[in-house]
């Protein structure tokens, strides 16, 4: 029979291991016995994570043979909050389980008076979640110029429950903008008060190139630009396509078939891993076809009188028609995506979060859970821990001034033996 192949958990975790001897035999019975064998079996065990106190003694020191030399001593540490009670590591850890795990400040603090420390109040929470946030700006600032120097980038938005300053009790529906470059794998949140061309603006007025979006008017007003060349997604036209399956299911079957067919092309491209030429190739051979066939079917079905004016399958033909060039675009470029899928997978932590926190009490917070979003995002992208890539940059904020060069800070950027050295020390204090 065949060795039943059984999952083994990373090296890296920490092993406790125990030896259990056969009943009834203790250390003094082994000698006479040889071991043949063992078996060992592995089970995934949990230790509370815990707090500790990291003391920072400084010794003050005199010469009394030259007094004139005065009180010497060590300048502390820069630490993120000067005057807080509370390190680089903790910091890192409240705004992590914030954004990734949506855990609201307020139960973080129950962790922490669970713990026994119960001098330390929200407030406090709040104040450095903020204040870690603030120190990551700069390089915030420098992934938006890093994705905006890329010549394709996807856009989508969601809103954001915002508090009003004058009006206790009162919020406002503010707008929170993403924007993603598969190219470098790097996604990146703008936060502003509302949803208005001139607030997707505020970033996108820095941008030049192909931006793939859904069919939102605001983008159709950014397109009008003569630098940008605005594509579709797919995704979005074939949902109207499904929403009218009972209303007219010949034709929406059909038009689903045909870009099932398109999907399943772009499904056997990521498998094969192939680059951007192969996968232009593909597409000229198989996929231009397909849309060619499907763009003359729905224009045919657009002069069809019988169809109703205000019925699904009628907007789903009208939404696909008015775009269908920005649809197809993706099939003459390889580096260009079907749909904007990634962007807008990097959203829905944000609609989770909303669901646990509810409202972002100011816009200047909104803004910080924008570049929150936006760096811890972007180490879900690059399948970096989260958590250990925040403690090694607040710390570096906190010790280095961010130049340009720190654009190799970036999650997307930064050589992982870097994280891999952080990782090491830390389990050496």
């Not at 993120?80 to 389980?97: F, T, W």
């Amino acid at each position: 029979r065949k060795d039943i192949k059984r999952n083994r958990f990373p090296e890296k975790l920490e092993r406790k291991t125990t030896i259990i001897q056969p009943s009834g035999i203790d250390i003094e019975n082994l000698k006479g016995l040889t071991q043949i064998g063992k078996d060992v079996t592995e089970l995934l065990a949990y230790r509370p994570a815990s707090l500790y106190v990291k003391e920072i003694i400084r010794p003050r020191l005199v010469d009394k043979k030259d007094e004139d030399k005065g009180v010497m001593q060590a300048a502390i540490p820069p630490r993120i909050v000067p005057k807080g009670m509370v390190d680089e590591s903790l910091l890192a850890e409240i705004i992590n389980e914030k954004i990734q795990f949506h855990t609201p400040v307020h139960r973080f603090s129950k962790k922490i008076k669970q713990a026994g420390v119960d001098f330390i109040s929200e407030n406090n929470l709040y104040n450095w979640f903020h204040a870690g946030a603030a120190s990551l700006v700069p390089v915030y600032d420098l992934l938006i110029e890093d994705i905006l120097a890329q010549h394709y980038i996807q856009g989508d938005e969601t809103r954001m429950q915002v508090l009003k300053k004058n009006k206790p009790g009162a919020s406002h529906r503010g707008q929170m903008w993403a924007f993603m470059s598969p190219t470098i794998n790097a996604v990146a949140f703008n936060y502003e008060p509302t949803r208005s061309s001139k607030s997707a603006n505020v970033i996108l007025d820095k941008f030049s190139g192909t931006l793939q979006v859904d069919g939102y008017k605001v983008y159709e007003t950014i397109g009008k630009r003569k630098d940008i060349d605005l594509i579709y997604c797919m995704a979005h036209s074939r949902r109207k396509f499904y929403e009218a399956k009972d209303v007219a299911p010949d034709i929406a079957n059909y038009v689903l078939g045909q870009i099932q067919l398109l999907y399943a092309l772009e499904a056997h491209c990521r498998k094969e891993k192939f680059t951007f030429k192969q996968r232009l190739d593909i597409r000229q051979q198989k996929a231009v076809p397909i849309l060619k066939e499907l763009g003359e079917y729905l224009l045919e079905k657009s002069g069809d009188r019988t169809i109703l004016p205000k019925s699904l399958i009628r907007k789903a033909i009208d939404y696909a028609l008015k775009r269908w060039k920005g649809l197809s675009t993706y099939a003459h470029n390889g580096e260009l995506e079907i749909d904007n899928n990634l962007v807008e997978n990097t959203i829905r932590p944000i609609a989770l979060g909303r669901k646990n926190y509810m409202f972002a009490g100011s816009d200047q917070a909104a803004q910080h859970l924008a570049v929150l979003y936006s760096i811890i995002g972007t180490c879900l992208k690059n399948n970096i821990n989260a958590y250990t890539y925040l403690h090694w940059l607040l710390k570096k904020v906190a010790t280095n001034k961010v130049t340009s060069e720190a654009v190799n800070w970036l999650p997307h950027r930064i050589n992982p033996e870097i994280l891999k050295k952080f990782e090491a020390e830390l389990r050496e204090e």
